[in-house]
């Protein structure tokens, strides 16, 4: 048995693509909320990040070389459409949404296939790759597990703006290794309305009620898109990039220690409320979190079994037999008074027409969640349990 890896970086018939891109967006979430409390289980305590979208991509890449079982377990995990058309349709049109690079908004999303030097994939997998998924391909040879890693890993830095490095451990390659997947999202956005430099001042964030250490706390004060929710006992607020439909939004617990209590339900979490426009004053801590994530036991746990045994069927791959033997994410997110930078205009005042005070304090000083949109699809979620 020949092996596959799929690594991932985080720093689109019958059906009309519109219905399968909702299709795609509404499991999207659900897939999203899953991972959450997989990756949770090992991380109560600390900050993190990941990219469901990045595990989607190359996971629904993967899915279009396999047949049977093994394809629709990966229907299952991932909560994709229905059918593996409907996933392709809809990342046929959503993947061209991932390019911009304005002075405002960089935004890409790569794949590339690493085959062995010998190896040889089927010519309407290969097609299917470069159409629907715009993916490259580079042989390399494996036995060489050192200069294999350090052209992986190469590429991704490259992809991700150097945010994303030693992704790959040459020990995960050898003369086995016949196919790497990978996908390197990338994303560096402006806030719409900046965080003053000068407000920014050392405050405290409570990590519990009693246990408090000194962050870098950014200070805003604007018309948001807010909304307290006392069912969820907790606050929403969308902060929008400049130049395109990319938003970031916290959920910020009402209590100190409310965290866990919202983490019960996070698919909740991840669909809009009935959001009004309001003027919020916002104190929010800059943080910068990166974290690899080891996904092969997380899948599992999710409903991908039969990939990872000899009894996977990627025949619409190759003709050889193959099975995955490692999925690990790097993911990497820096907020700053400017914007984001993820692996993720300045008003003029006069004395004749001061703004009006914040109607609503919105006080990130202790553990919330937060995720980034493009569109209607989480790119990057994660949570701030002690600061930064």
Not at 123 to 144: H, P
Not at 265 to 278: A, D, F, M, Q, R
């Amino acid at each position: 048995m020949k092996w596959i890896s799929l690594i991932l970086a985080a720093f689109v018939a019958a059906v009309t693509a519109d219905t399968a891109l909702e299709e795609f967006a509404a499991g999207n979430r659900l897939f999203t909320a899953r991972l959450y409390n997989e990756v949770l289980k090992n991380n109560h305590d600390a900050n993190f990040v990941f990219s469901p979208l990045s595990i989607e991509i190359i996971l629904a890449l993967t899915q279009a070389g396999a047949k049977g079982k093994t394809a629709e377990e990966f229907t299952t995990a991932l909560n994709l459409p229905s059918t593996q058309q409907k996933t392709q349709e809809a990342l046929k049109q959503f993947l061209p949404t991932l390019k911009s690079n304005t002075n405002d908004l960089k935004l890409s999303s790569a794949n590339k296939l690493f085959l062995g030097e010998a190896f040889e994939i089927l010519e309407s997998f290969k097609q299917l790759a470069t159409s629907v998924f715009e993916a490259g391909a580079e042989n390399i040879d494996f036995s060489k597990n050192q200069a294999a890693a350090e052209s992986i890993n190469k590429w991704v830095e490259s992809q991700t703006n150097n945010k994303i490095q030693n992704l790959i451990n040459p020990d995960s390659l050898s003369a086995a290794t016949r196919l790497v997947l990978v996908n390197a999202l990338y994303f560096k956005g402006k806030w719409s309305t900046p965080f003053e430099d000068y407000l920014t001042r050392k405050e405290k964030f409570f990590v519990t009620k009693t246990n408090s250490k000194e962050v870098d706390m950014m200070h805003v004060e604007d018309t948001f898109r807010y909304y307290e929710c006392t069912k969820r006992n907790a606050k929403f607020l969308e902060l929008p990039y400049a130049g395109e439909n990319v938003t970031m939004t916290i959920v910020l617990p009402n209590e100190v220690e409310g965290l866990t209590a919202l983490e019960s339900n996070v698919e909740s979490l991840l669909t809009p409320p009935p959001y009004n426009y309001e003027r919020v004053a916002v104190s929010l801590p800059k943080w910068l979190v990166e974290t690899k994530l080891e996904l092969n036991q997380i899948l599992e746990n999710l409903g991908l079994k039969t990939a990872f045994t000899g009894d996977a069927d990627f025949s619409n791959l190759s003709k050889e037999a193959l099975q995955i033997s490692q999925v690990v994410q790097k993911a990497f997110i820096n907020v700053t008074e400017s914007g984001t930078e993820a692996a993720a205009a300045t008003a003029v005042l006069t004395a004749e027409s001061l703004p009006p005070p914040a109607d609503y304090k919105f006080e990130a000083d202790h553990p919330y969640l937060y995720y980034v949109q493009v569109g209607n699809v989480v790119a990057f979620v994660g949570k701030i349990q002690n600061g930064c």
